[in-house]
């Protein structure tokens, strides 16, 4: 083996150093913005993100929901694969019906709620849209209240419940999945309903849309069109099925792919994308990875992926590792890829952003990665922590927690992530089944760690990321100066009391 004598390293043994802070570094003149997919010398990228922000493509992570709350503050999910094709490509749509009025909630109301109770929680969430689904499951979640068997349309009562909804929503959904346009007309008709009925190609209803004003005159049917797709969303594709995955993808109008595999140096990825340039040229945009090593950077650059991410073994759930053996210190990684990147930009005018994938832990690791390189970050752990991540908030030792598990673990049972050919199953975990602290709403979260972020940036004396990566010094430290960052040698008052 030819054996690397360099230490491979972490984002905690590191530290930037500031520079020349002028009255024009503010947090407000801050410009986060950053290319997604790659691009030719002096031209620009055919999507850029507002944040550099990605989350995870993990059943406990990037669901509908967390996809539109963390598109709305300018960052992009990827729609999780390990799910069969139609109901990832259902939340797709969702993500992109966004704009049709389609989801805008994760409120818990239960059927047991009165009307005061929900202006209350329309007051504490700020969200404005109610929905009812079948079964309360499924694309339930994207509303995840109440079904539809408790509050139908076209019965009396329940019409009842909807018009007391509406004088606190700006609009109803009430989803009855493959009923044909006109019966969902003559439920319109008949109820004297306001209600816009979204259909799918094939004529069939997919869920109406009631308005405010829903009393006053019937709309024409209505499809989601081009101009009302307005939220980025993304989704994971995976090497074992992808020729029947990504048209299912790109129909439902996702904008972006990305290949979700644990180890992406593989000719399996070269295939995929392969298949994508044949059947789409470059429409279609598709990320792979992950790599650690300027090597892997190169084979999957020449193979067409349109971004990279970097990463092996640094997830928070993440144990191949020690699983396996294989790996690479997180910062080290991506130093060597980062400088792959530039090198191949210079030589081929070719620019392919990269991702620094898991591993983050503290906000300023955030900084941190973007100044040794990263165009942006994928998380899994950050936002899993947020009321709009899918899994369940529970009570455990007196503290809130939210449930997050690798998709190498039992529980995702995603092979396909960890597929190295042969028959398809997974053969011994690679990832774990947690808890991690309950945090609150992704918004407000968000906005502290943005606000660090650009604080650190004023700092350092930089304004774009891409000045960031040129001009900032970042040293290392020893482990003794990691002691010296936190609080030391006084008594917290906190741990007296
Ligand atoms: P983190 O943000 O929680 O530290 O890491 C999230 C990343 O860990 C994901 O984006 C993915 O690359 C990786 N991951 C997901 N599941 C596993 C696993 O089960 C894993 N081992 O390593």
Redesign the pocket.
């Known amino acids: 083996a030819q054996i690397i004598n360099e230490v491979s390293r972490t984002f905690n043994e590191y530290l930037l150093i500031p520079g020349l802070t002028t009255k024009a570094h503010t947090p407000d003149n801050i410009n986060l913005e950053t290319p997604l997919v790659k691009f030719k010398k002096g031209e620009r990228a055919r999507i850029s993100l507002n944040i550099p922000l990605v989350s ?3 059943q406990s992570v990037s669901d509908s929901g967390l996809a539109i709350a963390l598109a709305k503050q300018g960052g992009l999910s990827f729609i999780f694969s390990s799910q069969s094709i139609e109901s990832q490509v259902n939340m797709v749509e969702i993500v992109k019906g966004y704009k049709a009025g389609f989801v805008e909630s994760r409120a818990n109301i239960t059927p047991e709620h009165t009307l005061k109770d929900i202006l209350a929680l329309k007051e504490k969430t700020g969200f404005s849209t109610v929905g009812v689904t079948d079964d309360g499951t499924a694309s339930g979640r994207l509303l995840g209240m109440v079904t539809s068997r408790d509050y139908r349309v076209g019965k009396d009562n329940e019409h009842k419940k909807v018009k007391d909804f509406m004088t606190a929503f700006e609009s109803l959904i009430v989803a009855q999945d493959g009923i044909s346009l006109s019966a969902a007309n003559d439920i319109i008709w008949e109820n004297k309903l306001n209600a816009l009925p979204v259909i799918d190609p094939d004529q069939h209803l997919k869920y109406f849309v009631f308005r405010k004003d829903y009393e006053n005159s019937i709309q024409n049917p209505h499809e989601i069109t081009d101009a009302e797709k307005q939220l980025l969303v993304g989704a994971g594709v995976n090497t074992r099925d992808y020729k029947e995955r990504i048209p299912a993808l790109v129909n439902a109008g996702a904008d972006v792919l990305c290949i979700d595999s ?1 180890d992406g140096f593989s000719e399996w990825q070269k295939e995929t994308i392969r298949f994508v340039r044949e059947n789409y040229g470059n429409e279609v945009l598709i990320g792979a990875g ?1 790599v650690v090593d300027k090597e892997g950077f190169l084979y999957l650059a020449e193979a067409g992926a349109d971004f990279i ?1 970097v ?1 092996i ?8 590792r020690e699983q396996k053996g294989i790996g690479r210190g997180q910062a080290t990684a991506l130093i060597e890829v980062a400088a792959a990147r530039d090198k191949y930009f210079e030589e081929t005018g070719n620019y392919i952003p990269i991702c620094s ?4 832990v503290q906000d300023y690791h955030m900084t941190l990665a973007l100044a040794m390189g990263a165009n942006f970050l ?5 936002f ?1 922590r947020f009321d709009e991540s899918p899994t369940r908030k529970l009570l455990v030792g007196g503290n809130y927690v939210k449930e ?1 598990w ?4 039992n529980r ?1 049972r995603n092979w396909e ?1 960890y597929d190295m050919g042969g028959s398809g199953n997974l053969k011994f975990e ?3 089944d947690s808890y991690v602290p309950y945090a609150g709403s992704l918004k407000e979260n968000l906005d502290i760690t943005l606000g660090k972020i650009k604080s650190t940036m004023c700092s350092c004396g930089v304004l774009s990321l891409e000045e960031m990566q040129s001009n900032v010094k970042i040293t290392m430290v020893s482990s003794t100066s990691i002691i010296e960052g936190g609080a030391h040698d006084v008594i917290l008052k906190e741990m007296n009391s």
């Open positions: 995870a493509i993990m644990s992950n991410k990463g073994g640094g997830g928070s759930i993440c144990i191949t994938d898991g591993g983050i994928m998380m899994g752990r950050y899993a997050y690798g998709e190498g673990s995702a992530r690679e990832g774990v």
